[in-house]
């Protein structure tokens, strides 16, 4: 059984008041393991209580008096309120990390103490857990605001372990890490960046031309330090641990590593970028890589001014975040808490502050008699899956409602791409392509698609 022990106790408490306290209430419990000793913040300081968890050979954590405040204990303390901010901290102490509490609050002379039994394993404490979340959600791809100062090894070296650390298929590792410097490597690859940053400014709109602009899509001469994150498909040999039915898992693994790197990076005061916008052969043949070597990403790594409060495409207007509310089904695709439809029907019209980019929506077009227009998306409903690419949109819908809700969807998708005017064509008319433009007029509307033509 896994235990989790409580303590309040007051300074200079001796180890021995607190073991024959702690014994007598884990006996009273059935006995177990004891993983987390538990206190208040300001307490973990106290030798008899880190001599007390080093002997139950346990983890010392502390809660916030405000965090212990909040649970709900059976026997809370008016006394204990007015000391320590809490009503109690032995009890809450446990309840805090999410364990059934077993035994209520025992009393020694200058301390107290109560024993839970953990379900499961436990997870971080508050503040810690915090600090998880905040990196994940302070992570930037950043193309500005590098300064000029070198990355100290022993950060490096940390960074590059994390990245080390992640999970792969059949832990094959499929990845090395290309550590670049050099100024003319980089600039070789820079040339070939901007070759492709032109090539797709000239494949826009004109009005979203004008917005890309003012985007900046990499630093490479911009940061001390390149990395070329790779991808051996081959690692491991024959026989590689869960990779038989889905190859694409070795491509995986290389891509968690970088996000490891990424968050790392983070933690560290490291600002990354991630490019995009070249051919990862053209690129391959600058860095010399053998043949059976596959570039997976190339990053750009520096310190920086400052992290922004918000995902430059964001600030920018360009695109804005998908909520998670739209992304979560339940059992089986489509089941959601609501249906998009009873979504767009009770949205405000500023769901997504859209922009002023239009597109033109073909729905049964012909792909070859619209490709070459930069403004149209030609959408299929049809059940045969197109050649792809990015000019086509298939979504086969197999009923009428499900139409509807596909047209929503892809209504709100545009919206957050900047999508700000729809027109909309029917090439071949149908139930089904009558469907999914009432589901494209409602998504519109709720996401405050102003100008919307069909």
């Known amino acids: ?34 993983r987390t ?38 026997t809370p303390s008016q006394q204990v309120a007015r000391l320590r901010g ?13 364990a059934e509490l077993l035994v209520t609050k025992r009393r020694s002379i200058n301390a107290t103490a109560a024993v839970g039994r953990l379900h499961a394993a436990p997870g971080y404490p508050p503040t810690e857990r915090e600090v998880v979340h905040r990196v994940l959600a302070e992570r930037r791809d950043v193309r500005r605001g590098f300064v ?41 690859v820079h040339d070939l960046a901007t070759a492709q940053r032109d090539a797709f400014a000239a494949s826009l709109p004109p009005d979203r031309r004008q917005a890309f602009d003012g985007l900046k899509i990499e630093a490479i001469l911009d940061t001390p330090l390149n990395i070329a994150v790779t991808c051996d498909p081959g690692r491991g040999g024959r026989h590689v641990l869960g990779r038989h039915a889905d190859p694409r898992t070795t491509w995986f693994s290389a891509a968690i590593a970088i996000q490891n790197l990424w968050l790392a990076a983070r933690a560290e005061g490291l600002g990354v970028g991630w490019v995009s916008f070249f051919e990862p052969g053209e690129v391959a043949a ?11 990403g190339y990053l750009c790594v520096g310190h920086v001014e400052q992290f922004a409060p918000a995902p430059e495409l ?8 998908r909520p998670l509310a739209w992304a979560v089904h339940h059992e089986e695709w489509g089941r959601r808490s609501s249906s998009p439809e009873d979504d767009a029907a009770q949205a405000s019209g500023e769901a997504v ?10 729905i049964d077009g012909d792909p070859e008699e619209h490709l070459g227009e930069p403004d149209v998306l030609v959408v299929l409903l049809g059940p045969d899956r197109p050649l792809a690419d990015f000019g086509v949109l298939w979504r086969p819908a197999r009923t009428p409602v499900e139409a509807v809700e596909l047209g929503v969807e892809v209504a709100r998708d545009l919206a957050l791409q900047g999508v700000g005017q729809l027109a909309v064509q029917v090439v071949e008319e149908s139930e089904r392509a009558d469907a999914f433009v009432r589901g494209l007029r409602a998504g519109a509307r709720a996401c405050g698609v102003k100008d919307f033509q069909a």
Do not use: C
């Open 1 to 34: 059984m896994n235990l989790v022990v409580g303590i309040g106790l007051r300074s200079g408490t001796s180890y021995r008041e607190l073991r024959d306290l702690v014994d007598a209430a884990l006996a009273a419990a059935g006995g177990g393991d004891v």
């Open 37 to 74: 000793v538990v206190t208040v913040d300001g307490k973990e300081t106290e030798p008899g209580l880190q001599r007390l968890a080093a002997s139950l050979n346990a983890v010392l954590q502390t809660a916030s008096a405000d965090e212990l405040a909040r649970q709900s204990v059976p």
């Open 86 to 98: 809490t009503p109690s901290v032995a009890e809450a102490a446990v309840v805090l990390t999410g």
């Open 148 to 188: 000029d100062k070198p990355i100290a090894d022993e950060v490096l070296m940390r960074v590059l372990e994390s990245a080390h650390r992640a999970p792969s298929v059949g832990l094959s590792q499929p990845w090395d890490f290309l550590l670049i410097r050099d100024l003319a490597t980089r600039r070789k």
């Open 286 to 296: 600058v860095l010399n890589l053998p043949a059976h070597i596959e570039l997976v």
């Open 314 to 321: 964001v600030r920018s207007g360009w695109a804005a975040r």
């Open 353 to 362: 502050a859209v922009g002023m980019q239009r597109v033109r929506l073909v």
